[in-house]
């Protein structure tokens, strides 16, 4: 394999390869990132930090209203319970959880806190 080392018009140390070498090194570098990223994976959900859900939760998150429904039966509390614990009146969760209204940044985060999942996880997808 050839390879030629050079500098830019600035300065700047290159190295000149053939492209098959550049894309077989660049596999190599996202097999790497890919590892390293199912390793802190494996280690979140070790640690409890993360959970995986299954096909019937998924089809049931599908099913559900909104995923702040999906979640807060997951995690088996009823509606005032939830409510109540995030310190959000019960009509305007309800009104939340069916879909019919949209909550604040600081609405969701709440109820995350309380549920043990992200904000992401409960900000229903934009009609």
């Known amino acids: 394999m050839t390879v030629v080392r ?4 600035s300065g700047e140390a290159i190295v000149i390869l053939p492209e098959a070498e550049f ?3 660049r596999d190599l570098a996202e097999e790497a990132a890919d590892a390293r990223a199912l390793a802190a994976s494996l280690a ?3 640690a409890g930090e993360e959970e995986l859900l ?3 939760d998924l089809d049931a998150l599908r099913a559900a209203p909104t995923p702040l429904a999906f979640w807060r039966g997951k995690r088996g509390l009823s509606v005032a319970d939830l409510a109540r614990q995030a310190g959000v009146p019960e009509e305007r969760f309800s009104a939340v959880e069916r879909g019919e209204s949209i909550g604040d940044v600081q609405l969701y985060r709440r109820l995350a806190r309380v549920l043990g999942v992200e904000i992401e996880d ?5 009609p």
């Open 54 to 56: 299954s096909g019937d």
């Open 44 to 46: 979140r959900l070790e």
């Open 122 to 126: 409960l900000v229903p997808d934009a």
């Open 23 to 25: 894309e077989r090194l």
């Open 6 to 9: 050079t500098r830019t018009p």
